[in-house]
């Protein structure tokens, strides 16, 4: 089994800066994907609200707490939770607890 490198970037993408280390290329993910990555959000970051259009997007929490919008809506999720948003509809999520936020994020296409 070959071990993959990763490429972990810094985006600012709503409060502070987030990382997000991609865990396959788009060679990997042969058309089906559009990304399969590990994001770190810090204490007092936020990944703003956007839409989706033409994905969808699931998260799975690994470690922290996040305030999760979900289409306006808002929810505290934990390590264990998994967050889908639909194609079409809008999320965000802000790590509100007193270590990094930190989860698996998949985007597939609906194309």
Do not use: R, W
Request: hydrophobic share 35%; net charge negative; with cysteine.
């Amino acid at each position: 089994m070959p071990i993959m490198e990763h490429n972990t970037v810094a985006a600012k993408k709503g409060k502070g800066e987030i990382f997000i280390t991609h865990l396959l290329t788009p060679k990997e993910m042969v058309g089906k994907c559009e990304m399969f990555a590990s994001v770190k959000i810090p204490v007092g970051a936020s990944l703003n609200v956007h839409q989706h259009v033409d994905n969808n997007e699931t998260y799975h929490i690994i470690q922290g707490t996040g305030l999760y919008t979900d289409n306006g809506k808002t929810y505290t999720v934990k390590a264990g939770d998994t967050t889908f948003c639909a194609d079409g509809d809008t999320h965000g999520i802000e790590n509100v607890g007193d270590e990094d936020l930190i989860f698996i994020a998949l985007i597939i296409s609906t194309k």
